[in-house]
């Protein structure tokens, strides 16, 4: 098994996979596994350092999360945060209370002990508290390095064991130096070098794919989305041409325009790619659902199902490529830790029982930015890595109620408009994500001199860095305006134009 410099046990905190993003933005690779990770596989992975996230849980409560008592015996580096380092306080026998004063947001940190390498070329700033519980009383051992206003022991150490805590959050964005706390954590006090890179990466997902496969053949689903077309990428590199079977299922919920797209990228790729047109399989399938978790899982089925279906008129086909991301999997099931689920992904969780394929997922354990710097590195033109992120269910989770043509015939001409004056005013860079939702309910207005009662459309557009967390964006009226007036004009069946201005969390970025 490789060895992974830096692992974090997760404790159910929001931002534990910013951890692990930071560090990786550093050159120290980083993996994510549930706090309760069984010792030996802790111990297989070599790790130079552990980091202990933050969580929603006391440590006094009965049901507190506990890592393995065994990692406190491995002599290697531990940080502690914010629940982390509740928890090492305790287990040193320190004492933890639930705070008279909760902390959330801003705080100045000022450094006590500015000699210690944890600082190293960092000074007195901002950094950012979420706790409803604080240190009452250190360990023996341990010290003060920094504290805050609200927070006396904001960083404490016990620097002859190399263990370090602090009460404030360094893997957010509002902590001034957090980037510097987690690398001095690494190279000084761990030891780690900064060698992990999209180009060694991507060296090493070959290497894995050609052990993985063999001389089998592999069937990859092809969406025409940045991820499918890294995926197919990858496998491009890594195989021979007549063991990768790219595979675009046209299901009818494409954006317009983009299944003859998605057919052109191909041929520049050089990628053979085999197109199956089931739209009205799909559209069959989707008649009369409304829920959106059934939408996901029907799309999810039949995709799996026209695959099988393809996969037969070959041999030896013992695989299916997935572009399935860190993000995917932490939102539809806690397989990193004690996280709530928020939704499931069709291409997360495994295969039905019958279906013969294992899995490739290269992408799996790294974030959609890192996915576009990884398409660079595999010479994929910019503009089709800058594309912004598509789901896989495509357009279905973005009608509210059910899914058919007319609802779809809306929402692909308001999306391509919408579309249209991003990039003419320069905005569609910018952003992370926009497009259009159907949102099924009518409304009164009037045109020329008649009554309508007809269609809602709202705009969604957001900025975001992982997809993790995002803000709507702050674009112009007029520019909102121009998309308003050209939707409702140019398309017969909508008459009212709406902006969402909520952020994730508490909304998804998507609206199901």
């Known amino acids: 098994m490789k060895q992974v410099p830096i692992l974090v046990l997760d404790f159910g905190s929001q931002y534990t996979q910013l951890i692990a993003r930071k560090l990786r933005e550093s050159g120290v690779y980083c993996e994510v596994v549930p706090y309760r990770e069984d010792i030996e596989s802790i111990k297989a992975k070599r790790p130079q350092g552990i980091i202990l996230s933050g969580g929603p849980a006391s440590v006094y409560s009965e049901n507190a999360y506990r890592p393995n008592e065994e990692i406190w ?21 320190g004492e933890v209370i639930s705070a008279t004063h909760h902390e959330y947001g801003k705080a100045k940190l000022s450094i006590i002990e500015k000699g210690s390498p ?68 690494a190279k000084y006090i761990c030891g780690c070098s900064s060698t992990w890179n999209m180009g060694s990466f991507a060296k090493e997902k070959i290497k894995q794919i050609r052990e993985q496969v063999g001389d089998k053949k592999v069937l990859c689903g092809v969406s025409g989305g940045v991820d499918s077309s890294v995926v197919s990428a990858l496998l491009h590199e890594a195989l021979p041409k007549e063991q990768l079977i790219c595979v675009f299922v046209n299901h009818g919920l494409l954006r317009k325009d983009e299944a003859e797209q998605v057919q052109n990228m191909f041929k520049l790729l050089d990628i053979p790619l085999v197109t199956i047109n089931a ?64 939704k499931s992904h069709h291409n997360v969780g495994g295969l039905p029982d019958w279906m013969k394929f294992e899995l490739v997922e290269p992408l799996r354990e790294i974030f959609k930015d890192e996915v576009r710097e990884l398409g660079l590195e595999l010479g994929l033109p910019r503009d089709m890595i800058a594309r912004h992120p598509f789901p896989g269910p495509g357009l279905a989770i973005r009608v509210m109620g059910e899914v058919n043509r007319e609802a779809l015939r809306l929402l692909r001409e308001s999306d391509a408009i919408m579309q249209e004056v991003l990039k003419a005013t320069g905005y569609y860079d910018k952003v992370w994500q926009a497009f259009t939702v159907l949102l099924n309910v009518q409304s009164v207005g009037v045109m020329g001199d008649n009554r309508t009662y007809d269609n809602t459309i709202c705009v969604r557009i957001v900025e975001s860095v992982d997809g993790m967390t995002a803000t709507f964006a702050h674009i112009p009226h007029n520019i909102l305006e121009q998309m308003s007036r050209r939707i409702i004009n140019e398309i017969d069946g909508i008459n009212r134009v709406v902006y969402d201005i909520s952020s994730k969390p508490p909304a998804t970025i998507e609206w199901e």
């Not at 015996?73 to 090492?88: E, F, T």
Request: aromatic fraction near 10%; charged fraction near 25%.
């Open 279 to 342: 739209e009205d399989e799909f559209m069959e399938a989707l008649k009369g659902v409304i829920d959106p978790e059934e939408k996901r899982k029907i799309i999810g089925e039949k995709f799996i199902e026209v695959f099988d279906r393809e996969a037969s008129k070959y041999k030896d086909v013992s695989f299916l490529a997935q572009g399935t991301l860190y993000t995917d999997v932490i939102e539809s099931v806690s397989v990193k830790g004690p996280s709530k689920t928020i």
């Open 118 to 185: 944890i600082f190293q070329g960092m000074s007195d700033g901002i950094v950012w508290m979420s706790h409803a519980d604080r240190v009452e009383r250190l360990p023996d051992g341990f010290k003060v390095i920094g504290s805050s206003e609200n927070s006396p022991y904001a960083a404490i150490a016990n620097e002859e064991r190399r263990i370090y805590a602090f009460q404030f959050h360094p893997e957010v964005h509002h902590t001034a130096d957090g980037t510097k706390l987690l690398k001095n954590f």
């Open 73 to 93: 015996n491995l002599n290697i580096p531990i940080m502690g945060i914010c629940y982390g380092m509740q928890l090492i306080t305790q287990h040193f026998g």
